[in-house]
Nanobody, 115 residues
């Protein structure tokens, strides 16, 4: 059974940085294209960043130049480095397959950007 566990969320001030982690079990992340998604209160879940191949990535316009997706195959983990955080980045962040989910959605990790 594929399981994805997100971590690294926190309360951070505007302009701050966080690195989110997504640890996979039951499957090796090299098999799938992976992405990070987020859902803010009252809004639909949206794609933030994803691998479109082993070496190419895409980003939502709202995070381009600030967020970076990466992965460590040896650790079976996908990361999201988030810099220059803004209040509008506040959301629960999830990882899953791209373009389609490959596992049940986990609990996600809460990111709150506030002064």
């Amino acid at each position: 059974q594929v399981q994805l566990v997100e971590s690294g969320g926190d309360l951070v001030q505007p302009g701050g940085s966080l690195r989110l982690s997504c640890a996979a079990s039951g499957v090796h992340i090299s098999i799938y294209l992976m992405g990070w998604y987020r859902q803010a209160p009252g809004k639909q879940r949206e794609l933030v960043a994803a691998f479109t191949s082993r070496s190419t990535t895409i980003y939502a316009d709202s995070v381009k130049g600030r967020f970076t997706i990466s992965r460590d195959n040896a650790k079976n983990t996908v990361y999201l480095q988030m810099n220059s955080l803004k209040p509008e980045d506040t959301a629960v962040y999830y990882c899953n397959g791209y373009p389609s989910p490959r596992a049940s959605w986990g609990q996600g990790t809460q990111v709150t950007v506030s002064s």
